[in-house]
């Protein structure tokens, strides 16, 4: 999904205890960008999460960030978000499967 994924020093100290490094090695391996208001962010922009898998599910679900803790897309009125999220984590042939209407009962 779009957007910049900040972390802050619990998270990051939680991130690097998660994946048994330490602070340091975590900051070394894992922070793309620091802005000028000295936030360190571990996913700037439309770039992937480096943290999201071949199956497109997060590798550090237990530890993410706070930004990602507080962001519940499948909750969001707006469907745009829910489908958005759905093509992008699911094949097509499963989406046109899922999307086939029922056959009829008789």
Same mark, same amino acid.
């Given at each position: 999904? $779009?957007?910049?994924?900040?972390?802050?020093?619990?998270?990051?100290?939680?991130? $690097?205890? @998660?994946? *048994?490094?330490?602070?340091? =090695?975590?900051? &070394?391996? @894992?922070?793309?960008?620091?802005?000028?208001?000295?936030?360190?962010?571990?996913?700037? *922009?439309?770039?992937?999460? =480096?943290?999201?898998?071949?199956? @497109?599910?997060?590798?550090?679900?237990?530890?993410? #960030? &706070? !930004?990602?803790?507080?962001?519940?897309?499948?909750?969001? &009125? !707006? #469907?745009?978000?829910?489908?958005? $999220?759905?093509?992008?984590? @699911?094949?097509?042939?499963? =989406?046109?499967? !899922?999307?086939?209407?029922?056959?009829?009962?008789?």
């Amino acid at each position: 999904m $779009a957007g910049y994924v900040a972390v802050s020093q619990t998270d990051i100290r939680r991130l $690097a205890k @998660h994946l *048994g490094l330490t602070v340091r =090695q975590f900051e &070394k391996r @894992h922070i793309l960008k620091v802005t000028r208001k000295g936030e360190k962010l571990i996913k700037p *922009g439309y770039e992937t999460c =480096q943290f999201l898998g071949e199956d @497109h599910r997060c590798n550090v679900y237990e530890a993410r #960030p &706070k !930004d990602c803790r507080g962001y519940y897309c499948w909750e969001a &009125k !707006d #469907p745009t978000v829910y489908d958005y $999220a759905r093509f992008v984590q @699911h094949s097509v042939e499963r =989406q046109r499967a !899922d999307d086939r209407p029922d056959p009829p009962t008789r």
